[in-house]
């Protein structure tokens, strides 16, 4: 298949604008006799949802939570990106393009990022006026801050809870149009098949998880929105019921799934206390703006850290990189860290940290100004380690945040199957190699609240007044019965080892072999690895219960599965993937300084994967990527 | 460590509960509640039993989807804290912890530890919003808003609806959840259009589902998130005052 983008002609200014004006809309009378499937309501999901029922659109959206204000959005705390240059410091749209671009590792559409630059300002609009609280000057007026890979404040911030507002903000007009009647909400619901007629999207087949049930619903374009793979690698920084399956079983049905090595391991979180630990906890990016990282000088020092004089400490983020210097992009500010404690110079009981030392702005600005700041994030801190950090330094280790890579979309957010959608982290548009900070958040509102409401009435178009296709079509009774077949597979296997330790197990191999740091002859070991596991899981997981109730050792069960089958095309696509961009770093390929090289002449493209059968490797197509507007350069934060 | 469990299991919404104990050995005191939790379950699971079934997902005291009744105190012992931030620090070994789900009628319990709190949905729904439909705003430093009202707004709207509120009050009321959500929106300039309706509304779906509040101040010290009873009169005030104004309204006519 030929991968279309449909980047609109023009100068890179008027490419939303003419797309716009060119793509064919859905008058409002005509609004009502569509239906929408809208699956997540995270920000990107409960965004979009809200705003095509706003529109007239019917919308039916499902979350696998209990309430729509629960998903993983919830926890994102710095803030979120825009370009309004309220600071007066020289901000722009073509700015926030140009260090999306560059942050990503010259690996994102150029398209695509100038108009995720362009509706960033209309997201602080909007949320403004919906009341989210967002931080204020004195004179009731917004206040931003500075995030990694910018050197202007652009990030607008609530406390260390942005996410948690904004999700909040959208999550409340979606409750709007509940009340109204315009969006049908299935709560506990999982969805765990698309279905396909005629090659395009047609509807989803989900699971009660309460009953246990199976059912379809039926409509004339699905939208996923149901967020990124971190937990591919067992401790991330996701909650715990994240995962891959909607986007997966999507990728099954026909969706390419592109760049899936690009995944982003965050700086600044808690270092894991002992092998029990259930996932990791991320301390905010924003605390890089006042904290500054250093380690000891000599590795032996076992000193507190608040007796070791400022001349025997390393700010090696300082010294490296001084332009920047704390404020380095994610994945820079992850390898300098890794290094450090590789080299046995970490810090803490396990020496698996690095201090972020906040005593020079507290002596500065006063204590009170930074719990103003950062509060939340103290004490979470606190009551994590039992350590006060006003005191005392804080411990940080990079851990798996954020995956890039998602199901491949065109311009107007649609995958390879026509009629199906992703939007936010599900996708892989907009962040290439590397997300920088209070990215997500404008992302996943960009596509909800400003990008998907109008591209989907250009697909829309073709099928005004015929009706959705009626669930007991035969294409829909298949899906029903091959989810009650895999169902049924999984209680029936009865072995002996948990589903837990075979995530456990995976997370291990993917930490180790596509994590930080990968090598050729690691990923082929990993390449056998993972379908070894995978075996042994499906002949030995034991699964308690029954199927027609609450099960949550069920439901985990048939997202690891889809974790094992993603896992190997991380590792292949990474191995393919013969150069270093971003958070994708191969050990062959990196400057004399140790940073990532990337290989513009042979790897400017990006990797979409088709899927065949279970017994055949995925094919690979390219996308190539043009930059017209971003000089393509060695990254330098120097 | 070790511990003694004492956990409700209940197999379904309409099938009878009871206590049953366990045992949990070997617990790091660096564990969190949950990952205490966790490790019982896979012991269970490899003993063949059923395991507890809990509701929990970000692990960071933020999502508000965690919720355990923990020797009686919603979220347990620590103040400010959400099941899923409590650590194994704060019991002794050998402690008995008795762990119940949340207890009210208008969360029935679905499994085990799991209640439904959809209640707090509907409360939402009723008016927990602003009207602003996407594209209708203005530029965003158009609304200054007073840095006061800002942050007095931002305490109330911290709450993370994990319903401690309801199930630490002897009378099951969710004023304060409810409290939480309007006056977040109602401090706003970009509340006031809707302030009136939003109170009575909001107000009288919570009284459908909930209890009525008798001031005993027990959400205020389960809330996870410090959520100030102060919110509760500025509730008060604001649907006395909606239904003042609604019966100027009425005589007017």
Redesign the interface.
């Known amino acids: 298949m030929n991968l279309n983008a449909k980047i609109p002609s023009g100068s890179i200014e008027d490419h939303w604008d003419n797309h716009r004006f060119g793509i064919r809309l859905v008058n409002p009378a005509n609004k009502r006799k569509y239906t929408i499937i809208v699956v997540g309501t995270g920000l990107a999901g409960a965004s979009a949802a809200a705003t095509l029922a706003e529109l007239g659109y019917n919308v039916k959206a499902f979350t696998f939570h209990d309430s729509a204000r629960r998903a993983h959005s919830i926890a994102a705390q710095g803030g979120i990106n825009a370009a309004k240059n309220y600071p007066n410091d020289g901000d722009s749209i073509f700015r926030l393009f140009y260090d999306t671009v560059k942050g990503g590792d010259y690996r994102s559409r150029e398209s695509n990022v100038y108009r995720l630059a362009q509706v960033s300002n209309e997201i602080i609009d909007q949320a403004t006026a919906q009341g989210v609280p967002f931080a204020r000057e004195y004179g009731g007026l917004l206040d931003n801050r500075s995030f990694g890979g910018a050197q202007v404040s652009r990030t607008f911030y609530a406390r260390g809870q942005t996410g948690q507002q904004l999700l909040l903000g959208a999550y409340q007009a979606l409750a709007r149009q509940v009340a109204a009647g315009t969006v049908e909400l299935y709560t506990r619901t999982e969805m765990l098949d698309v279905v396909t007629h005629d090659g395009r999207a047609v509807g989803i087949v989900t699971r009660d998880l309460k009953t246990g049930d199976v059912e379809s619903h039926s409509a004339h374009a699905v939208v996923l929105a149901t967020g990124g793979y971190s937990n591919v690698y067992f401790l991330s920084t996701n909650a715990m019921a994240c995962n891959v399956t909607a986007a997966w079983r999507a990728h099954r049905k026909g969706a390419y799934f592109a760049n899936p090595c690009y995944t982003q391991i965050h700086p600044t979180c808690i270092p894991a206390s002992d092998e029990f630990q259930s996932k990791l906890t991320l301390m905010s990016e924003s605390l890089r703006n006042d904290g500054r990282i250093w380690i000891p000088l000599d590795p032996a020092d076992s000193r507190a850290p608040n007796e070791i004089p400022e001349a025997e400490r390393d700010y090696y983020l300082e010294r490296k990189y001084p332009a920047f210097g704390n404020l380095v992009p994610r994945d820079v500010a992850s390898r300098a860290a890794m290094r450090m404690i590789d080299a046995n110079r970490g810090v803490g009981p396990l020496g698996n940290g690095v201090y972020l030392d906040f005593s020079d702005p507290i002596a500065r600005l006063g204590a009170d100004a930074i719990e103003a700041r950062y509060g939340n994030l103290f004490e979470m801190y606190d009551r994590i380690t039992d350590e006060n950090p006003y005191k005392n330094p804080m411990r940080i280790y990079p851990a798996p945040h954020y995956t890039m890579g998602g199901l491949w979309v065109d311009y107007n957010l649609m995958s390879t199957v026509p009629g199906l959608y992703a939007i936010g982290e599900a996708n892989f548009s907009d962040h290439g190699a590397n997300r920088l900070g209070a990215s997500a958040l404008m992302q996943g509102l960009a596509d909800g609240y400003f990008v998907i409401p109008y591209t989907i009435g250009d697909y829309l178009a073709d099928y005004l007044n015929t009706d959705v296709m009626p669930t007991d079509h035969e294409a829909f009774k298949n899906a029903e019965r091959g989810v009650r077949d895999h169902v049924e597979r999984l209680m029936g296997i009865n072995g002996t080892r948990t589903v837990d330790w075979f995530h456990r197990e995976l997370g291990k191999i993917m930490i180790e072999q596509c994590g930080m740091a990968r090598s050729a002859p690691g990923l082929e070991k990993a390449l056998h690895e993972i379908p070894a596991l995978k075996e042994e899981f499906q002949n030995d997981v034991k699964i308690l219960g029954t199927a027609d109730g609450l099960n949550q050792t069920l439901e985990k069960a048939g997202r690891v599965e889809d974790f094992f089958e993603l896992a190997e095309l991380m590792c292949r696509d990474a191995l393919r993937r013969e150069e270093s961009a971003g958070g994708h770093f191969r050990v062959e390929h990196q400057t004399e300084e140790g940073e990532a090289l990337r290989d513009d002449d042979n790897f400017s493209h990006v990797s979409a994967w088709e899927w065949h059968d279970s017994a055949t490797p995925q094919t690979e197509h390219r996308e190539d990527l043009h930059f017209e507007y971003v000089k393509l350069a060695q990254r330098s934060y120097k | 460590m070790d511990v003694t469990l004492r956990v409700w299991r209940q197999?379904?919404p309409e099938r009878p509960g009871h206590f049953k104990d366990y045992l949990a050995r070997g617990i790091?005191e660096?564990?969190?509640f949950?990952?205490m939790l966790?490790?019982v379950n896979?012991k269970l699971?490899?003993s063949?039993?059923?395991?507890i079934?809990f509701?929990?997902?970000?692990?960071?005291?933020?999502?508000?989807?965690c919720g355990l009744m923990i020797n009686g105190q919603a979220h347990g012992p620590?103040l400010?804290?959400a099941t899923c931030?409590l650590?194994m620090?704060k019991f002794q070994d050998g402690d008995q912890i008795v762990i119940e789900p949340w207890r009210a009628s208008a969360f029935p319990v679905?499994?085990d530890l799991?209640v439904?709190?959809?209640a707090?949905?509907r409360i939402?729904?009723?008016g927990?919003?602003?009207?602003?439909?996407?594209?209708?705003?203005?530029?965003?430093?158009l609304?200054?808003?007073?840095?006061p009202a800002?942050d007095a707004?931002?305490d109330a709207?911290?709450c993370?609806?994990c319903g401690a509120c309801v199930a630490a009050c002897p009378n099951s009321a969710a004023q304060l959840f409810t409290a939480a959500k309007l006056v977040?929106?109602n401090l706003?300039p970009?509340?006031q259009p809707e302030s009136n309706q939003r109170a009575v509304a909001m107000v009288e779906t919570m009284e459908e589902f909930f209890g009525s509040c008798t001031n005993h101040g027990e959400c205020e010290s389960a809330c996870p998130k410090g959520i100030s009873i102060d919110n509760i009169a500025l509730m008060n005030r604001d649907y006395m005052r909606a239904k003042v104004a609604d019966l100027r309204l009425t005589g007017r006519r």
């Not at chain 2, 509701?55 to 989807?65: A, F, M, P, Q, W």
């Not at chain 2, 927990?128 to 430093?141: E, H, K, L, R, V």
């Not at chain 2, 609304?143 to 840095?147: D, G, L, R, S, T």
Request: proline share 6%.
């Open positions: 197999a379904g790091s660096e564990a969190s949950l990952e966790d490790a896979e699971q490899e063949g039993e059923d395991p079934a509701d929990h997902d970000c692990r960071e005291g933020i999502c508000g989807s620590q400010g804290t931030q650590h620090r679905i499994k799991v439904d709190r959809t707090f949905d939402i729904e009723a927990g919003y602003i009207t602003a439909p996407t594209g209708s705003a203005p530029d965003a430093n609304i200054p808003v007073p840095k800002a707004a931002f709207a911290a993370i609806g977040h929106l706003l970009q509340g």
